[in-house]
């Protein structure tokens, strides 16, 4: 059964708030999903931008294009843009430079949005009027086949991290970029997403995690509500070769953010290096599961090559990585 907002009757005291709604788009068999259970939001003011990367006039871009010239053409409120450079961040971040709303909201490409979903996030923006990031729950589907399986999912508690008055996160607070919102005024603070990090990039994830970061290093208040609900329609991967990818992945991920914190100065970054790696070498005997051990290994390996690509082929430029 869909979780229901709090505030479903409530949508016309919210009209006055603007959304600009960002979707990175890459899967054009996916993609109608998003767009239309944007449409189908019980808040009326918002606008949509379908952001299409990649090769311009590749099939996969040409696809993504049609869906959204289909979609929009009753309703002017969707408007599409394409950028040449992969990436999720980078789509995001182009999404962001077109955005009119005071505020903008982040939806994957493979989700689909409760009908209360931006009713819900400018109830908890205008309820915490100093918090400017909210994020929300990302729930997975049913499982199509049986066998290895991976999704990302998140329900977070509600809960609101100040990082100037908190020295750490609240309980169950954490939220996933395709699925937060963020006041316009927290993006000329903080800058845009790194564009090296993230799904599509040379480093295929921490583009959410290292945004995180700059937020929490910049002071911005950040809060979590579980009523904000995406579903992640398809977001599962299948089979074992999935799951290895996945973890890869995140491993090059988390590895060129380790790297990124060690080239700013911050002790983090070593730190981290170093945790992975006694990780990596211990887990698999707590408890003892020998068969882990090929596995943790490649991910230690993924996660220093990473770190060390990144250090020797990139600076740190206004919060971003750059190449030397």
């Keep these: 059964m869909p979780l229901q907002s709090p505030i479903s009757n409530l949508q016309s005291l919210l009209i006055t708030m603007k959304f600009s709604v960002i979707i990175p788009a890459y899967q054009p068999d996916m993609v109608a999903a998003p767009i239309q259970s944007v449409l189908r939001q019980t808040m009326p003011d918002w606008e ?3 952001v299409g ?3 311009l006039g590749s099939n996969r871009a040409k696809a993504v294009r049609v869906v959204a010239e289909e979609l929009g053409a009753d309703n002017q409120r969707l408007r599409y843009l394409h950028i040449d450079k992969p990436g999720q961040t980078a789509a995001i971040n182009a999404g962001i430079r077109q955005a009119q709303g005071e505020l903008i909201a982040i939806l994957g490409d493979d989700c689909t949005a409760h009908p209360d979903w931006l009713a819900t996030l ?3 923006f205008r309820r915490l009027p100093n918090v400017g990031v909210v994020g929300g729950a990302v729930h997975k589907p049913a499982k199509l086949r049986r066998g290895k399986a991976i999704c990302s999912n998140i329900v977070p508690a509600e809960a609101v991290y100040d990082p100037t008055v908190q020295t750490k996160a609240p309980a169950g607070w954490d939220w996933l970029v395709i699925n937060m919102a963020m006041r316009r005024e927290v993006v000329a603070q903080v800058g845009l ?3 090296h990090l993230g799904p599509g990039t040379g480093f295929s994830a921490a583009g959410d995690t290292d945004y995180k970061l700059r937020l929490e290093a910049n002071g911005v208040v950040m809060a979590t509500t579980p009523h904000a609900v995406v579903y992640h329609t398809h977001g599962y991967r299948y089979g074992w070769q999935a799951a290895l990818e996945f973890s890869r992945k995140n491993a090059q991920g988390n ?5 990124k914190l060690t080239l700013m100065g911050d002790p983090r970054g070593q730190e981290w290096a170093k945790e992975n790696r006694r990780m990596r070498w211990l887990k ?3 408890p003892f599961r020998p068969h882990r051990l090929l596995f943790d290994i490649r991910r230690w390996l ?3 090559h990473a770190y060390h690509r990144c250090l020797q082929a990139f600076k ?3 919060g971003v990585l750059e190449p030397c």
């Design 122 to 124: 400018a109830e908890t």
């Design 255 to 259: 590895g060129a953010l380790a790297a």
């Design 193 to 195: 997403f790194d564009e």
């Design 53 to 55: 990367q990649g090769e």
């Design 316 to 318: 740190v430029s206004d």
């Design 302 to 304: 993924d996660f220093q």
């Design 284 to 286: 698999w005997k707590r």
């Design 48 to 50: 949509l931008l379908l």
